[in-house]
């Protein structure tokens, strides 16, 4: 990756580009406008018809790769080569048809991939009558209903998504709100996730839930508690959880003192051994369906110790480096939620902007990591609109500062993830990205320039500049679409639909609907 640049999600090509200023109107059926754009979705779907299924562009940001089974790499260095079961290819082909044949039709009329989507699942329905499916074909053919109708809603517009009473995503700080709220839905409607029951507490299955890296114990408890997407049945598994805490690891196993990594490696190590003797899942995917979760730091380092984990499985990281090999389309970038006393009792909400009267907000140690020392140098005590202090002065309040500036600035430290943009997104605070290298959380589905304001690590001396220069009508704009998608940073007890906990979910279904896993053996059913 290259260094200083804009983060990642503003460098990925898109499907359907959304600058914030215009979004996309619905098309106009058959201007030329439209047929542009829906061009590479006409190509990437003849790709699927006539080259096979392993690369398929169909995500609503970026272009993701369909990962299939046979394409995912062997812990040893060589590609497996799994047999292509006749069966997956029987399978694929009533899909096939709705997503490229009528491709024409499509093209002409957005409604007519609603009508198709409904013949494909009549000939799915068909297909399953007429051939009895594995336990997994099935649940493949569920998640390929799910990205048929994901790219449908991307397409033409559905009239069911504005029933949801809850909340209805819309706006340019999505990259496609209809084609998020229709995956969120889907998501609701079929994610089951296995979590396997070996491990003991506290290395395994719990987490820790104050300070900044609660997001991890937050996640893996709220998991470990949840009915409705948790199955106790691994066969009604899209999703395999690998319920371990990297923070609770270097807390209890690691040897502070010999600065040895080796006893977390062998417990990362043993478990996935345990359950890849255990449990067919495993080698079945070589870990693709699988996931891992951690805030801590050291997360992206510790699965490299399993070679399956760190290239094949899902790693939901707040550590998003990029230039660790966080992989965007592979990986999921969490937010860094500071919990100080275990929860946000009293931290979210803040005034409106004409009560903000600083401009810039930061505090925070120097010593954390490259980029902050030159946030200081530059910063500290130089300039009476720009708050930036490595210790606050007695008295004043840390909340209360954000809740007084206009923007908070978030530099990376130790790790890229910072939980000030969390905490400036609760308070009502514009968020100022400044890092490198660092995919910012959600940035699957979240637009970020369309509510935060990211400089690049170069620019930090002109950085007062940079924010004066954003006229009010702009900033008005970015703190109000802050405060509106603020519910995807929230965390409730128990969590509410749409809030961080569902959008991680969220995230790591997307990344599921990548991969299509092929049954090795067939005999074995
Ligand atoms: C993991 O992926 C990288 C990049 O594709 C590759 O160079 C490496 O050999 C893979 N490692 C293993 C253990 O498969
Ligand atoms: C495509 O659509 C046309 C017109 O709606 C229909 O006649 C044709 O059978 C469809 N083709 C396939 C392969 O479903
Ligand atoms: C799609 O949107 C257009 C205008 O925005 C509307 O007239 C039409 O009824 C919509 N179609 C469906 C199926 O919702
Ligand atoms: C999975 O693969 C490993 C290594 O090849 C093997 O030792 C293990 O027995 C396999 N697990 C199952 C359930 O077959
Ligand atoms: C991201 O990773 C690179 C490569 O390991 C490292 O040099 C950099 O310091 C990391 N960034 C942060 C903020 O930790």
Redesign the pocket.
């Known amino acids: 990756m290259e260094g200083n640049q804009a983060p990642e999600f503003t460098e990925t090509a898109h499907l359907t580009t959304e600058t914030e200023t215009s979004p996309p109107a619905p098309p106009a059926p058959l201007s030329i406008k439209f047929l542009l754009a829906i061009t590479p979705l006409i190509l990437a779907s003849f790709y699927v018809s006539f080259l096979g299924p392993t690369v398929f562009v169909w995500d609503f940001k970026s272009s993701l790769l369909l990962r299939s089974s046979s394409s995912i790499v062997q812990g040893g260095g060589g590609v497996r080569v799994a047999p292509p079961p006749s069966a997956s290819v029987d399978f694929v082909s009533p899909v096939k048809k709705d997503v490229s044949a009528n491709v024409s039709t499509v093209t002409s009329s957005p409604s007519a991939a609603i009508e198709s989507r409904e013949k494909a699942s009549v000939e799915i329905n068909e297909a399953i009558a007429l051939r009895r499916y594995t336990k997994l074909e099935r649940l493949e053919l569920g998640l390929q209903m799910a990205r048929t109708a994901i790219r449908d809603a991307k397409r033409g517009n559905q009239t069911d998504l504005t029933e949801d009473k809850d909340y209805v995503p819309t706006g340019p700080m999505y990259w496609h709100h209809k084609a998020f709220h229709r995956s969120y839905l889907e998501m609701e409607k079929q994610l089951r996730i296995y979590i396997y029951d070996e491990g003991e507490p506290p290395l395994f299955h719990t987490g820790p839930c104050q300070g900044i890296l609660a997001t991890e114990g937050y996640f893996i408890n709220q998991l470990e508690m949840d009915t409705r997407f948790v199955t106790r049945d691994p066969e009604k598994a899209q999703l395999f959880f690998l319920s371990f805490s990297v923070t609770y690891m270097a807390r209890y196993v690691y040897v502070r003192d010999n600065h040895h990594w080796r006893a977390m490696k062998h417990t990362i190590r043993d478990y996935v051994r345990v359950i890849s003797d255990k449990y067919p899942y495993w080698n079945r995917s070589l870990g693709a369906d699988h996931f891992m979760l951690a805030c801590h730091d050291w997360g992206p380092k510790l699965s490299l110790w399993v070679p399956n984990l760190y290239n094949n499985s899902i790693r939901a990281l707040c550590n998003a480096?990029t230039?660790?090999r966080f992989i965007p389309s592979k990986d999921v970038s969490i937010p860094e939620i500071n919990l100080p006393s275990g929860d946000l009792k009293g931290l979210v909400g803040g005034p409106p902007p004409s009560e903000r009267e600083i401009l810039a907000f930061f505090a925070g140690g120097g010593d954390h990591?490259?980029?902050r020392p030159i946030l200081l140098k530059h910063w500290e005590n130089k300039d009476k609109d720009m708050e930036v202090h490595q210790y606050l002065p007695k008295g004043v309040d840390y909340y209360q500062m954000m809740r007084r500036a206009k923007f908070c600035l978030c530099p990376?430290?130790?790790?890229?993830a910072s939980p000030r943009v969390g905490e400036a997104l609760h308070t009502g605070c514009v968020p100022v990205l400044l890092?490198s290298?660092y995919t910012a959380p959600f940035s699957d589905v979240l637009n970020w320039n369309a509510f935060s304001v990211t400089v690049p690590v170069e620019d930090i001396p002109n950085l007062k500049n940079i924010l004066t220069s954003i006229s009010t009508k702009r900033y008005l704009t970015l703190q109000r679409r802050g405060v509106q998608i603020r519910r995807h940073f929230v965390v409730n007890f128990p969590p509410k639909r749409y809030d961080m906990y569902h959008m991680i979910l969220h995230s790591i279904w997307l990344r599921r609907l990548n991969v299509r896993i092929n049954e090795e053996d067939h005999q074995a059913e």
Do not use: C, L, M
Not at 412 to 416: D, H, I, K, M, N
């Open positions: 480096n230039s660790e990591g490259p980029i990376s430290g130790y790790e890229v890092s290298a």
